[in-house]
């Protein structure tokens, strides 16, 4: 009997008839994995798969299976269920088994990742990551490697979790031009700063509560100094404006220095505290910085609490648009992984690798705005000597810089040797407040290294 290529013979027995065909149906593309590091986002996939991949399957048109998984310790329980034929330390061996379709680097760090993704795209394989430290430091090399040797590589799980934000700028939004992006993107920083505002705990209490539960990075301090969502913002300013953003352009500053004390003062002002990464045109250039702010409480950022991230994203025909889901942890960041592997998948199986080219630079001209520029209000807390002319003396530096102040508060109920002050700063260029903030550093009445947020309005 002639045979279409790519097809195979099924039989369907038609009982009540009592008599059987044979019909011709599509040959499933089978698409064998290659995972590299099964720890939590690596064994989230692997119980994803056992338990969603025959529907992914079915619903792509191939047969998903776990081809072998490298590890640094095979011997080491796993939270998923691996035999022991399929796990090695060899990440080498597996990346270059002919018979492995797509390899998942799912390992973290730069240096050895960034060999295991070399390997596997100098191969012409397609590469899933999740690894944000990497693809933002080296995704202009990784680039050209796919571009040379025809594979792809998806990184939809590098940026907030389980939140489609790369699919939806590169693809959704693509008809736009990004005026604004304001992200909540490190799981790790808004669960700490959620627990220390509802519970009352301690940073470090709830750091350690965030790494027993998958959120944090294995150096948790990328993501308390706000080095991971310096990556992440630096990915999505990258998309937004067609010029590779490197760490080094974008403005950092972490929440270690937030105390509960600014907590609750930022409440009583009308204000919840965010580490945010954001990004907005301004003229010819792109302002990209990740720092805590000042977010309106009325505003939808302000109730996006514990692990969960979310994106406002301004583009100048759609408007706002917001995403919202779960920042981090093996489920949610899994979801981003198996989404890209349906992407993947689908390639091999058309044969059309390059269809969404992981990075198109499209700005010859783009610039990074330096942060000494950036304009916005300020919250400032000083620990001052409760004496009388204290506050002129600080006032007068603000007038001399020509900082409005906006308001003062000093509460009642402190005692001790110092009080804390609480100014709400007008509209000044961080450079500006920075050179105020040293002056006012200086003043004998200052007890204590102030403490300064800026204040976002979304405008
Ligand atoms: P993890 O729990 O520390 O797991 C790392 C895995 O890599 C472990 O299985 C480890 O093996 C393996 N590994 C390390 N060095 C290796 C080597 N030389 N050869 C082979 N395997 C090696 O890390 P994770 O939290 O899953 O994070 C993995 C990646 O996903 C990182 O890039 C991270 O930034 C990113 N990410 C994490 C999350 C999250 O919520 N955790 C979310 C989004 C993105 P052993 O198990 O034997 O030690
Ligand atoms: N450590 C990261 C976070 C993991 O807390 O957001 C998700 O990228």
């Known amino acids: 009997m002639a045979r279409l290529a790519g097809w195979v013979d099924g039989k369907i027995k038609l009982s009540r008839l009592g008599f059987a065909v044979t019909l011709c149906v599509p040959e499933m593309r089978k698409v064998n994995i290659g995972l590299v590091g099964c720890g939590t986002v690596g064994s989230g996939v692997v119980k994803g798969l056992a338990r969603n991949?025959?529907?992914?399957?079915?619903?792509?048109?191939?047969?998903?299976?776990?081809?072998?998984?490298?590890?640094?310790?095979?011997?080491?329980?796993?939270?998923?269920?691996?035999?022991?034929?399929?796990?090695?330390?060899?990440?080498?061996?597996?990346?270059?088994?002919?018979?492995?379709?797509?390899?998942?680097?799912?390992?973290?760090?730069?240096?050895?990742?960034?060999?295991?993704?070399?390997?596997?795209?100098?191969?012409?394989?397609?590469?899933?990551?999740?690894?944000?430290?990497?693809?933002?430091?080296?995704?202009?090399?990784?680039?050209?490697?796919?571009?040379?040797?025809?594979?792809?590589?998806?990184?939809?799980?590098?940026?907030?979790?389980?939140?489609?934000?790369?699919?939806?700028?590169?693809?959704?939004?693509?008809?736009?031009?990004?005026?604004?992006?304001?992200?909540?993107?490190?799981?790790?920083?808004?669960y700490i700063l959620t627990q220390m505002e509802a519970e009352g705990r301690d940073f470090e209490d709830v750091l350690a509560d965030a790494q027993q539960m998958g959120y944090a990075e294995a150096e948790p301090s990328l993501d308390v100094d706000g080095f991971d969502a310096q990556h992440k913002t630096g990915i999505l300013a990258s998309l937004a404006h067609g010029f590779w953003v490197k760490p080094s352009q974008i403005f950092v500053e972490g929440i270690r220095h937030i105390t509960p004390l600014d907590i609750q003062f930022a409440?009583?002002?009308?204000?919840?505290?965010?580490?945010?990464?954001?990004?907005?045109?301004?003229?010819?250039?792109?302002?990209?910085?990740?720092?805590?702010?000042?977010?309106?409480?009325?505003?939808?950022?302000a109730n996006v609490s514990d692990v969960f991230n979310a994106i406002l994203v301004r583009g100048d025909i759609v408007g706002d648009t917001l995403h919202y889901g779960q920042g981090a942890g093996a489920d949610a960041t899994?979801?981003?992984?198996?989404?890209?592997?349906?992407?993947?998948?689908?390639?091999?199986?058309?044969?059309?690798?390059?269809?969404?080219?992981?990075?198109?630079?499209?700005?010859?001209?783009?610039?990074?705005?330096?942060?000494?520029?950036?304009?916005s209000p300020f919250y400032l807390r000083l620990s001052v000597i409760d004496r009388p002319g204290t506050l002129a003396k600080i006032a007068a530096i603000l007038g001399e810089m020509k900082i409005g102040i906006c308001s003062v508060t000093q509460p009642e109920g402190h005692v001790g040797e110092s009080v804390p002050l609480i100014l709400m700063l007008h509209d000044a260029s961080d450079l500006v407040m920075r050179q105020a903030l040293r002056k006012i550093a200086r003043l004998s009445a200052i007890k204590a290294k102030p403490t300064m947020i800026r204040v976002e309005t979304f405008e």
């Open 267 to 301: 409440r009583r002002l009308g204000y919840c505290i965010k580490l945010l990464g954001i990004v907005k045109k301004l003229g010819g250039k792109v302002q990209i910085a990740v720092h805590p702010a000042l977010v309106p409480e009325t505003h939808v950022l």
């Open 53 to 190: 991949g025959a529907l992914m399957g079915s619903r792509l048109g191939v047969r998903f299976s776990l081809g072998g998984v490298a590890v640094r310790n095979p011997r080491k329980a796993r939270a998923a269920r691996l035999s022991r034929g399929q796990v090695t330390s060899d990440w080498e061996s597996l990346v270059r088994d002919p018979k492995i379709d797509v390899v998942m680097e799912l390992m973290g760090g730069t240096t050895t990742a960034r060999k295991v993704v070399a390997e596997a795209l100098k191969l012409g394989k397609p590469v899933i990551t999740a690894n944000k430290a990497l693809i933002s430091a080296h995704g202009e090399s990784i680039f050209r490697l796919v571009e040379k040797n025809g594979g792809n590589l998806y990184y939809e799980a590098s940026v907030a979790g389980g939140i489609p934000i790369i699919k939806s700028l590169r693809e959704g939004l693509s008809g736009n031009r990004i005026q604004r992006l304001y992200g909540i993107l490190n799981g790790t920083c808004n």
């Open 334 to 375: 899994a979801s981003a992984v198996l989404s890209d592997l349906a992407d993947a998948a689908l390639d091999l199986k058309n044969g059309s690798m390059g269809r969404v080219p992981p990075f198109v630079p499209h700005e010859q001209d783009g610039a990074v705005l330096p942060m000494d520029k950036a304009v």
